[in-house]
């Protein structure tokens, strides 16, 4: 009999473990089947790797990689995934066999999730890009929820191993701190292309440090019998990769991200001048074959560190500066002035001293040049690198920087006429716009192998996975009928896939039959999950006081994480739980509102979530969401946006038509209009509505135990909190707005299916500027100036 490869895969997989799969543990199935697969292509991606350095290269430096699972996703760029789901039903195994491994949960949102679609299109594009991050032994963390308020543990991700990663001790490194030295071990992930023509995909790479001590143990200290002093260098080393973003509000909790960022940044910039000089012979050429993206501003720390190598080198301060000018771009992913990073000087100082006396003349050399030409004092104050006693990361990266860019189009005009204008002012040849995008593999390919069969049909090809564009022809099937059909079944049928995987999962039904509306991201109080909970109550009212009435079945799902130490988003978390609660005991409403949190959401869970979404919630405050990116992936597998004009929303909106999607709320314009004269309590004073729905956070209509949370979001809305204004974001003045926008939505899904269906096939069939490969092929041209491999 003659096998297939992964038929041959699979039976390789069963001689490692010595029985057949069948009876295989998962975890051992899935390390000896990946460990397999990785075998069969690393001769491949060595050949590939090979390429990266001898051409001109990018490194995407970035605190997150939110990879997901990994073993379906490479199985299905690689073109194995449906064979080898038939080679598993011939031995008696689910394809969803691997369900229960750990996603690998390297991110926190929509940035590490950004960052692992880019290197999924730039191997897709055959591109020399490769990806430098932070191996986390935890990850973010596990959530789950006790009387309805987030609980965190740690995310073992690699408690059965990880198959898919490659140790390469040879190229570990040293990193220095003052009073302390770490090694920086590489891990090496595969981040396969799209399989296409017969052709093998070409092989990115993910290089993932791990921070270890350079003692391991003291054994003076133990035999003294100082136990713990023993193992302390070792703690304190591996402290740096145990988990993302480690709660800040101490100085121990900064100096601990900080040091984070710099170990990573000096590891992967010591790892780029090392294989350079190998393939090069010298580093006077590294500004010609060398990029380096910094995804936001985390590893800005990268420039002073640049310049302390070059300058160790024997290469002057100035022209160690200039290198560094040519070689870095900045992606900047937000307007807040607060999350963009800002770091003590005495800190930076204490830690790394050398790093801070560079980023002092870094400083000093930019101050010159302002004052030589003549600069206004107000705009060389905006501008300046240090003050206040502190290090503006995003200063320090727009003047050493060659480009920067924005995410959307919205947010990047945004960044010339608000944070950055005094930088646009003075470069505005530095400024790009890169709308962010998705891959189409992980999201449509995979996640909803049903629809792609359905577009895969109507085109006669494939080609929409390698070029989504080609979806956009198929737009005229909306009118239809055979078709919407099909759509709609297609669509009932991940309805129903989700259904039962949030039955097994978070032990909870839901109804495929009602309309799923679905809101998944980080909680944030400018991604205004409270706003959705207010719409809901809202409603709940509407439908008792006989205000709404043939109100369609509503499904309503959330899936968010909060930080651990954000007791606000936390506390709205618990008010979704009690509403979600309030409203499964009320018979008036039980039957037409079901009100979901799921937990732990991540990447394996929000595969399932936008294949079976009917409305996706995108509902930030317009100027406060630099792009967004669960908005294009829910667009392309056939859900409509009920959403502001924010982000890239807005350019959704330009590509499938506002007739297709539910807009509501203030603009950037009207916001910045009213900006002076908004009064929370004015507008709460005026509609009765408004208040019978924001006086539930003390009222008694819902509890939070006594502990005072919900009490602290209503007087945040009332009265302000911290920096914020009162009502910050503008919950009040767009409820209701956005509350009649959804019931429209709503109606319109209940009253005439045929017609709604074919508003959501008109998205998916619009999505194809969404692609990340847009996006990448967008930065090969027009910021890195790099080119495609040829075949390897």
């Known amino acids: 009999m003659i096998m297939n490869k992964a038929q041959e895969l699979l039976r390789q997989a069963e001689k490692t473990l010595g029985v057949p799969a069948r009876e295989a543990e998962v975890h051992a199935l899935h390390n000896a089947l990946s460990g397999a697969v990785l075998a069969d292509i690393l001769p491949h991606w060595n050949d590939c790797r090979r390429a990266h350095l001898s051409t001109r290269r990018v490194c995407y430096f970035s605190m997150e990689f939110l990879v997901g699972r990994a073993v379906y996703n490479n199985l299905c760029c690689l073109g194995l995934l449906e064979d080898m789901n038939q080679a598993f039903a011939e031995e008696g195994v689910s394809p969803a066999v691997f369900e229960e491994i750990e996603d690998a949960a390297l991110g926190n949102g929509g940035l590490g999730r950004l960052a692992a679609c880019f290197l999924d299109s730039a191997a897709a594009l055959s591109l020399p890009v490769d990806g430098y991050g932070i191996r986390y032994r935890y990850g973010l963390f596990r959530q789950d929820f006790q009387d309805g308020r987030q609980t965190e543990s740690p995310d073992d991700w690699t408690a059965f191993g990880d198959p898919w990663s490659i140790r390469c001790d040879a190229d570990a490194v040293t990193v220095n701190f003052r009073g302390q030295s770490v090694k920086a071990v590489p891990y090496d992930m595969p981040v396969i292309g799209c399989a296409a023509d017969g052709k093998q995909p070409h092989i990115g790479t993910l290089r993932l440090w791990q921070a270890e001590p350079v003692q391991t143990f003291d054994f003076d200290r133990f035999n003294a019998q100082d136990y713990l002093g023993a193992a302390a260098e070792g703690i304190s080393a591996e402290d740096i990769s145990r988990c993302l973003y480690p709660n800040d509000d101490t100085r121990a909790g900064k100096a601990l991200r900080l040091k984070q960022q710099y170990f990573f940044c000096a590891a992967s910039l010591?790892?780029?001048?090392?294989?350079?000089?190998?393939?090069?012979?010298?580093?006077?050429?590294?500004?010609?074959?060398?990029?380096?993206?910094?995804?936001?501003?985390?590893?800005?720390i990268s420039i002073p560190e640049l310049i302390r190598l070059l300058?160790?080198?024997?290469?002057?301060?100035?022209?160690?500066?200039?290198?560094?000018?040519?070689?870095?771009?900045?992606?900047?992913?937000?307007?807040?002035?607060?999350?963009?990073?800002?770091?003590?000087?005495?800190?930076?100082?204490?830690?790394?001293?050398?790093?801070?006396?560079?980023?002092?003349?870094?400083?000093?050399?930019?101050?010159?040049?302002?004052?030589?030409?003549?600069?206004?004092?107000?705009?060389?104050?905006?501008?300046?690198?240090?003050?206040?006693?502190?290090?503006?990361?995003?200063?320090?990266?727009?003047?050493?920087?060659?480009?920067?860019?924005?995410?959307?189009?919205?947010?990047?005009?945004?960044?010339?006429?608000?944070?950055?204008?005094?930088?646009?002012?003075?470069?505005?040849?530095?400024?790009?716009?890169?709308?962010?995008?998705?891959?189409?593999?992980?999201?449509?390919?995979?996640?909803?192998?049903?629809?792609?069969?359905?577009?895969?049909?109507?085109?006669?090809?494939?080609?929409?996975?390698?070029?989504?564009?080609?979806?956009?022809?198929?737009?005229?099937?909306?009118?239809?009928?055979?078709?919407?059909e099909r759509f709609r079944a297609v669509k009932r049928q991940k309805k129903q896939q989700l259904a039962d995987f949030v039955l097994r999962h978070d032990g909870i039904r839901i109804d495929p039959d009602t309309c799923f509306d679905i809101q998944i991201k980080r909680l944030h109080e400018y991604k205004r999950q409270l706003l959705n909970a207010f719409s809901i109550l809202w409603i709940r009212f509407g439908i008792k006081d006989g205000s709404i009435s043939g109100f369609a079945p509503t499904t309503f799902l959330f899936g968010a994480k909060s930080a651990p130490g954000y007791r606000r988003a936390k506390a709205i978390i618990k008010y979704i739980s009690e509403i979600a609660k309030l409203i499964a005991e009320d018979p008036d409403v039980r039957d037409l509102i079901k009100v979901v949190f799921v937990k732990n959401y991540n990447v394996s869970y929000a595969e399932k979530l936008v294949a079976a979404c009917d409305i996706s919630e995108q509902i930030s405050t317009a100027g406060t969401e630099a792009s967004g990116t669960g908005n294009m992936k829910m667009m392309l597998n056939g859900a409509v946006t009920l959403g502001t004009m924010d982000g890239a929303n807005i350019e959704i909106v330009n590509a499938a038509g506002r007739e297709n999607n539910y807009i509501f709320g203030a603009t950037v314009e009207e916001i910045a209009a009213m900006k002076d004269s908004y009064s929370a309590r004015a507008a709460m004073s005026a509609d009765p509505r408004i208040a019978r729905v924001v006086k539930t956070l003390i009222d008694g209509?819902?509890?939070?135990?006594?502990?005072?949370?919900?009490?602290?979001?209503?007087?945040?809305?009332?009265?302000?909190?911290?920096?914020?204004?009162?009502?910050?974001?503008?919950?009040?003045?767009d409820l209701p707005d956005y509350a009649e926008t959804k019931l429209r939505a709503l109606t319109e899904y209940g009253s005439d299916p045929a017609g709604f269906a074919a508003k959501q096939w008109r998205n998916a069939c619009a999505a194809g500027p969404f692609s990340s490969d847009r996006t990448i092929r967008q930065y090969a041209e027009e910021c890195w100036h790099i080119a495609e491999i040829p075949q390897v």
């Open 701 to 733: 209509t819902v509890s939070d135990g006594g502990t005072g949370e919900f009490r602290e979001l209503y007087f945040a809305l009332m009265d302000g909190a911290s920096w914020h204004q009162p009502d910050h974001y503008y919950l009040l003045h």
């Open 270 to 300: 010591a790892d780029c001048l090392k294989k350079h000089r190998k393939v090069f012979g010298t580093l006077d050429t590294l500004a010609e074959h060398l990029a380096v993206q910094l995804n936001d501003t985390h590893p800005v």
């Open 311 to 484: 300058t160790g080198e024997g290469y002057s301060f100035a022209d160690a500066l200039r290198t560094a000018k040519q070689v870095f771009s900045y992606t900047n992913h937000t307007i807040m002035q607060e999350a963009l990073e800002k770091w003590d000087c005495d800190l930076i100082e204490e830690l790394l001293p050398e790093i801070y006396a560079i980023i002092l003349k870094i400083s000093e050399q930019f101050l010159e040049e302002l004052y030589a030409k003549g600069h206004p004092d107000a705009a060389i104050r905006a501008m300046r690198i240090v003050k206040d006693g502190q290090v503006h990361m995003a200063n320090l990266a727009m003047y050493a920087g060659r480009y920067v860019n924005g995410v959307a189009v919205i947010h990047t005009e945004l960044l010339k006429s608000t944070v950055l204008k005094e930088w646009y002012a003075l470069a505005p040849e530095k400024f790009q716009n890169k709308t962010n995008g998705i891959t189409q593999r992980r999201w449509l390919a995979l996640c909803n192998p049903e629809l792609t069969a359905l577009f895969r049909d109507l085109a006669g090809t494939d080609a929409f996975l390698s070029d989504l564009t080609a979806l956009s022809p198929l737009a005229r099937f909306a009118d239809d009928s055979a078709v919407m």
